[in-house]
C-alpha cells in the first residue's frame, strides 16, 4: 500500500526545520518587546463560531472550510483562521475581567485550514502566527500593531517591503458605501468576472479587490469609501497616517483594498513583498480593527486590533530572497568507537556527555573508524573521543578538535568529570 499526504498538505522535513525555528524565535523576541503573550485554542471549533465571526458571505465561510459532523452530531470545523477563536476564547475565559491589565495582548501559531486550490504559497493546511490587541480605541494601538509587523519582516531580513493601508470605517458607514458601490457597478454587471457578479449584491467591496483584470479597470474609478466615513472614523484614519509617518514607516492608501473577512471596521493593512524576486506585490501580512467582533461573539464592547501571516509565503520569499538562516545548533561530542568491545563505554561516554548539557553522538553499527570519522565531520561535530580496545584498557580516549585537527590523550576519568564542560569550552574556544 502506498500512501500519499493529503492535497495542499507538506511535510516539514528536519532539513527545514531551522528556518521555522528562526521566524519563531525572532518572533518570539519582538512579541516580548511588545507585551504579546501566547494563546493556545484548539483546532476545531463549532462551525457557528466562525460562520458568525468571519462572516457567512467571506470566501473562508463560504468555499474553504474543512467542516464535519462528529459522532455526536456536533457541526465542527478545524479552524480556518485564528481571530474567531482567540475572541471566542477571550470571552469564554472573562479576558475582559477588570483586574486583567488591557489591552490586553495575545498572540497564536499555528495550522490552519483551508479547502482551496493548492499552489505555490497556498495550502490546504498551512501556518499562521497572528496578533489580537482587546481594549484599545486609540489610533496608537493600530500604529503600535503595524509597526511590530513591520519591525518583524525587517528583522528576518525584509527590505523591499510595502504597506498598505485604508479604512473601511464603521457598519453605518459602510451600508451606505455599500449601496453606492452597487450603483455604480450594476451597468457594468455584464462585463464584470463571474465571481465579482456573485459579489456585486452578496458582498460588493469584495470586487474591489478582484484580481480580474478587466473587474480591476471598472473598479479604478469606483467611489472611495473614504468619501463615506463618519467623523470620528476620518479622525481616526487620519491619526493613523500622522503616526505613522512619525514613526517614519512608508505607506500607502489604497481605497480598493478591502480584506476578505467580513468583521474589520476602519484601520486594515497590509504588508507586501515588491521584490522582483517573487512577481510583485505578494501580500504576507494582512489584518486591521475589528470594534464590533467581540460583542458579536457575546462579550462586552471592546475594540480589537491584529494580523496574521502565513509562515509558508514568508519562507518562499525569505528563499527566494536568499536570506541565510544561521544553522542549526552543531554536534558537540561524536564519540567513535573501535571494536564491539568499547560499544558499553561508548554508551557511557554519550550519557556521561549528555548530562554535562552537551550534544553528543556515536555510532551504532559497528562501523571502521574512517566512516564513523567523516559522520563525525558530516555532522558538524566539534571533538571527536575515540576510544579502542588499547585506550579501553588504559581508561583513557583521545580527544581531537576537528576544526583545528589537534588530538591529544584525556583520561575517562576527566571525561566523566563535571568539570569536562570546562576542558570541551578551552578545547573549542579557538
Ligand atoms: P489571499 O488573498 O492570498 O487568499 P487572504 O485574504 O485569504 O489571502 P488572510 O486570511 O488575511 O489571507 O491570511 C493572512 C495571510 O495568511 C496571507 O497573507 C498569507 O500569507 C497566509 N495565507 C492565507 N491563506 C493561505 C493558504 N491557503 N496557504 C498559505 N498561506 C496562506
Ligand atoms: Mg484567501
Request: proline share 4%; hydrophobic share 35%.
Amino acid at each position: 500500500m502506498n500512501y500519499q499526504k493529503p492535497k495542499g498538505t507538506a511535510d516539514i522535513l528536519p532539513s527545514e526545520i531551522a528556518g521555522w525555528d528562526y521566524i519563531e524565535t525572532v518572533a518570539k523576541k519582538e512579541l516580548a518587546k511588545y507585551g504579546f503573550k501566547e494563546i493556545r485554542t484548539p483546532l476545531f471549533e463549532s462551525f457557528d463560531l466562525f460562520s458568525r465571526g468571519v462572516g457567512e458571505s467571506s470566501d473562508i465561510v463560504s468555499k474553504e472550510m474543512y467542516d464535519f459532523r462528529d459522532k455526536g452530531n456536533r457541526h465542527l470545523a478545524l479552524r480556518p483562521e485564528g481571530t474567531a477563536s482567540v475572541v471566542r476564547a477571550y470571552v469564554e475565559n472573562k479576558l475582559y475581567a477588570p483586574e486583567i491589565i488591557k489591552p490586553v495582548k495575545l498572540f497564536y501559531k499555528g495550522p490552519m485550514f483551508r479547502y482551496e486550490r493548492p499552489q505555490s504559497g497556498r495550502m490546504r493546511q498551512f501556518h499562521q502566527l497572528g496578533v489580537e490587541v482587546f481594549g484599545s480605541k486609540n489610533p496608537a494601538t493600530d500604529v503600535e500593531t503595524i509597526a511590530l509587523a513591520f519591525k518583524l519582516f525587517n528583522s528576518l531580513g525584509l527590505k523591499e517591503l510595502k504597506l498598505l493601508v485604508n479604512s473601511l470605517g464603521d457598519s453605518q458607514a459602510r451600508v451606505v458605501y455599500r449601496q453606492a458601490l452597487i450603483e455604480y457597478l450594476e451597468p457594468f454587471k455584464e462585463e464584470l468576472s463571474k465571481d465579482s457578479q456573485i459579489r456585486l449584491y452578496k458582498n460588493p467591496l469584495r470586487v474591489l479587490d478582484s484580481k480580474d483584470k478587466i473587474d480591476k479597470e471598472i473598479v479604478k474609478n469606483a467611489p472611495s469609501i473614504l468619501n463615506y466615513l463618519s467623523e470620528d472614523s476620518k479622525r481616526h484614519f487620519s491619526e493613523v497616517q500622522k503616526m505613522l509617518e512619525a514613526l517614519n514607516i512608508p505607506y500607502e492608501i489604497d481605497t480598493t483594498m478591502v480584506r476578505g473577512l467580513d468583521y474589520y471596521s476602519d484601520t486594515i493593512f497590509e504588508i507586501l513583498t515588491t521584490s522582483k524576486n517573487f512577481g510583485s506585490n505578494t501580500t504576507i501580512c494582512a489584518g486591521g480593527r475589528y470594534d464590533g467582533l467581540v460583542e458579536e461573539m457575546g462579550g462586552p464592547e471592546t475594540p480589537g486590533f491584529g494580523f496574521a501571516f502565513g509562515l509558508e509565503r514568508l519562507l518562499l520569499i525569505m528563499k527566494k530572497e536568499e536570506i541565510t538562516i544561521p544553522s542549526e545548533k552543531v554536534l558537540d561530542v561524536y564519540v567513535v568507537g573501535i571494536g564491539e568491545e568499547t560499544n558499553l563505554e561508548t554508551l557511557k561516554i554519550v550519557e556521561a556527555l549528555r548530562a554535562n548539557d552537551l550534544n553528543a553522538e556515536r555510532d551504532f553499527l559497528f562501523r571502521k573508524p574512517k566512516a564513523q570519522f567523516k559522520t563525525a565531520d558530516k555532522s558538524n561535530a566539534r571533538l571527536v573521543i575515540t576510544i579502542g580496545s588499547s585506550e579501553l584498557a588504559e581508561k583513557k580516549a583521545r580527544i581531537k578538535n576537528m576544526k583545528t585537527g589537534g588530538e591529544q590523550s584525556i583520561s575517562l576519568d576527566e571525561i566523566y568529570s563535571p568539570s569536562f564542560k570546562n576542558i570541551f569550552n578551552l578545547l573549542t574556544s579557538d
